[in-house]
């Protein structure tokens, strides 16, 4: 199923590529859909001779992706898996994503891990907001649900060993969208793109017709909920993709506390690192975004130890230091992207 | 009366004598704070126990903090409702200066029409009680001055009925501003509005002026002091200041009903840092009926009865100059939606606005402490709403005159 679908892709992308060979050259003009989906809000910008993809039909792609994947949509096939005893069928969207879930949570030492849901829940940051906070007691009662080694795939099928083990794939599902758009928008024969989902972008080519190189502004963790982005540095990837994951926009206050959204799998409790955000620069956004929550949890250090592990990977981290400040470090091929000074 | 209210009652009076000579810095001293003890339930009185005065009494009832021992009402009916909700052998006058000639009494509610603010207020500091008046402070403005005068010479608790300054929906957006969550801010729009004749049932036509006092200027301002003095105190709350001038225009448009108070109203109010308030009142449209909004170049906060939501601008400042950000996902609810305010702690109660009011006044009796809601603060509120009125009034500007708060 998963590789018919790429299948279709394929001859669509090779039909417009012929299509459009026949028509006489143009100057590419600017394209640029923008609308929400997923809870935020998305732009595709490309750079063609003529219009090639429409509104209608970047939201019928959001559509097919909330079905299977979203937890805010009751039905959803996600949705029917936390439902269930045991299992479900899963359809393209879904086995692409278990299977890059699975792989980074190997990867990571189990630092991604997508069965984090009933503690995700447990703190007020599922579907339905709480405001009470869970007690220890609680937060141990729902370990033993945890853990994506609790998770197999049997050929189409995803298993649970236990009833009350449920996914939440938030933190990777955004990226593997914008990794499904581009595709999209590479068979309709695209090859000039930025497309951008709720700050996880991915890029190809220039922009035409002046052939300039596309930046993106990388945001300055903001102080609340409102705040307009601010930008601290400009890079400029190339072909490739790259992610943000932030503890500072969603949080909860508790105490004089923030509570990051991000919660850690092992211990049950929201992860509380110096690192305010992390941006990483992948080929493929799913990767990016996949881990850039990891780093995220792993800290500074276990951020580089990960960072060495993979090398077509590339970090920037922004973090605040024992006295409060804010300062930011980054991996060593992360300043090639670089494109200003700010 | 017990013995120990004696006493109490006793050292109230040595603490008068004693700051009759003090002068004003010390009217808050330790030396006074002993009048009532902390385990002591606050001996309460209750002048005027209409609408309001009822309302509160029923709050009263739940609160440890008070015995409600004494009621007083004109209208007999009333008075029979107020002691219904008061201790059990409490007393009832018609009188109140009788109700303030009990000695054993420490501090009285005052919830009667607006035109006895100020002679109850005097009488009630004369007899050494501490005050909890309702909004708005006063009929006019010498009686607003005076009053500061007097209150400060009594070194008794004066708290204005203000609720919302004790209310955390309004402490949070206080929060917001300060945090620049609404950048800078320019400008607030309050409205009280409703869709009504604001009348009540008359059985007996002698009580007509005494039951709809709010139709007339002989006892009150009309909305802006019985409605929209909420609002004017949220914005003096909110900006730590008040206007320093004042235009509008009124009307009695729709209610021609034999009122002589306006049945609409719009003044703005120009505070400093040329921070503009706009105060409505319509009485023939109720739509949002109860709102604020404030208008920051960043973001717009809507404050309504009980709950608040923001609007944060649509910036593409950073967009500008690059192509893409990549950043933590901003929810789109937070780009042209309205995301509510979150307020209050954890678990805390979701409780009437005025019950945090009471309960800090009760804290001040005990501790000698000023309230939030204080008779400078009231004082402030009550010239302000006279301002308004007489901009309507006159179709003059009126100006905040320096000797209103020497
Ligand atoms: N803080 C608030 O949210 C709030 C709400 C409502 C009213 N209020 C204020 O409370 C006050 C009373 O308003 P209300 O709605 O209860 O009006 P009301 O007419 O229902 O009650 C006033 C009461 O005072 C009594 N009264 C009049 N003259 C008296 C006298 N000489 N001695 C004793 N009692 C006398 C009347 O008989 C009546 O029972 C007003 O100042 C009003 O602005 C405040």
Request: some cysteine; proline content about 4%; glycine content about 8%.
């Amino acid at each position: 199923m998963k590789r018919r679908w790429h299948h279709v892709i394929l001859v669509a992308g090779v039909m417009s590529i012929l299509t459009s060979a026949l028509r006489p050259a143009r100057i590419p003009e600017t394209y640029r859909i923008t609308g929400q989906a997923q809870g935020t809000t998305y732009a595709i910008t490309y750079y063609a001779d003529q219009k090639l993809v429409s509104k209608t039909q970047a939201d019928s792609i959001f559509k097919s992706l909330d079905a299977s994947l979203s937890i805010y949509q009751p039905g959803s096939l996600i949705s029917r898996f936390n439902a269930s005893q045991e299992a479900v069928e899963m359809d393209a969207h879904f086995a692409n994503v278990i299977e890059k879930s699975m792989q980074i949570y190997r990867t990571t030492g189990g630092l991604f891990d997508i069965t984090v849901y009933p503690l995700v829940r447990a703190w007020g940051f599922g579907v339905k907001a709480t405001d009470a906070m869970p007690d220890s007691a609680a937060i141990h009662r729902l370990l033993p649900c945890v853990g994506s080694d609790k998770l197999k795939m049997e050929g189409l099928r995803l298993v649970k060993t236990a009833p009350c083990v449920q996914i939440d794939v938030n933190g990777i599902a955004q990226g593997y969208s914008v990794d499904v758009l581009a595709s999209f928008l590479e068979a309709r024969g695209i090859a000039n793109y930025m497309v951008e989902v709720g700050g996880e972008i991915r890029t190809k080519g220039r922009k035409l017709p002046g052939n300039e190189p596309m930046n993106i502004g990388i945001e300055t963790p903001s102080a609340n909920v409102f705040d307009a982005p601010a930008i601290r540095e400009v890079i400029s990837i190339g072909d490739g993709a790259v992610t943000t994951s932030g503890s500072y926009r969603k949080f909860r206050e508790s105490g004089g506390m923030r509570l990051s959204h991000i919660i850690d799998p092992k211990t049950g409790y929201p992860v509380q690192r110096e690192i305010i955000s992390a941006t990483v620069v992948a080929p493929e956004a799913i990767t990016a975004d996949g881990f850039d929550n990891a780093l995220l949890a792993a800290g500074i250090d276990g951020a580089f130890e990960i960072l060495r592990a993979h090398p077509g990977m590339e970090a920037y981290l922004i973090y605040r230091k024992p006295d409060g400040t804010v300062a930011d470090t980054a991996s060593a091929g992360f300043g090639r992207y670089v494109v200003a000074e700010r | 009366m017990t013995q120990t209210a004696t006493s109490r009652r006793d050292f109230i009076a040595t603490g008068l004598a004693a700051m009759a000579g003090a002068g004003l810095s010390a009217a808050f001293s330790p030396a006074f704070g002993k009048a009532v003890r902390p385990a002591d339930k606050i001996r309460l009185g209750i002048i005027g126990t209409g609408s309001r005065g009822a309302g509160l009494a029923t709050l009263i009832h739940e609160m440890p903090d008070y015995e409600l021992v004494a009621c007083c009402d004109i209208i007999p009916e009333n008075l029979q409702n107020g002691l219904s909700l008061a201790a059990q052998n409490a007393q009832g006058y018609a009188d109140y200066r009788k109700l303030l000639d009990d000695k054993s009494i420490d501090a009285v509610v005052i919830a009667t029409p607006l035109y006895l603010h100020y002679p109850m207020a005097v009488a009630a500091l004369q007899a050494g009680k501490h005050i909890y008046l309702e909004k708005s402070m006063t009929y006019d403005i010498p009686q607003a001055i005076d009053l500061v005068k007097k209150v400060k010479a009594s070194g008794l608790v004066f708290q204005i009925g203000y609720q919302y300054r004790y209310y955390g929906l309004y402490h949070r957006v206080k929060e917001i501003i300060k945090e620049n969550w609404l950048g800078k801010i320019t400008h607030f729009e309050c409205q009280y509005n409703r869709n009504s004749n604001w009348r009540f049932p008359v059985k007996d036509p002698k009580m007509e002026r005494a039951i709809n006092w709010r139709m007339y200027r002989e006892y009150c301002g009309g909305p802006l002091s019985e409605l929209c003095a909420h609002e004017i105190d949220v914005v003096n709350y909110l900006t730590d200041s008040r206007p320093l001038k004042v235009v509008g225009l009124g009307g009695i448009n729709y209610w021609k009903d034999g009122r002589d108070t306006y049945d609409n109203i719009r003044t703005v109010y120009d505070y400093p840092h040329g921070v503009k308030a706009s105060v409505t009142s319509v009485l023939s449209n109720a739509y949002n009926g109860y709102s604020i909004r404030i208008l920051g170049d960043k973001a717009t906060v809507e404050i309504l009865r009980d709950k608040a939501f923001i609007y944060p601008e649509i910036t593409n400042n950073a967009k500008g100059v690059v192509d893409g950000v990549t950043g933590a996902t901003i929810a789109a609810t937070t780009q042209g939606k309205g995301v509510e305010v979150k307020f209050g702690k954890p678990g805390e109660a979701d409780l009437e606005p005025t019950v945090f009011a009471l309960k800090d006044f009760a804290e001040c009796v005990r501790n000698k402490k000023e309230p939030v809601s204080n008779v400078e603060t009231g004082r402030d509120g009550s010239i302000a709403i006279h301002m308004g009125n007489a901009a309507a009034d006159t179709e003059k500007v009126q100006y905040w005159k320096p000797e209103y708060s020497a």
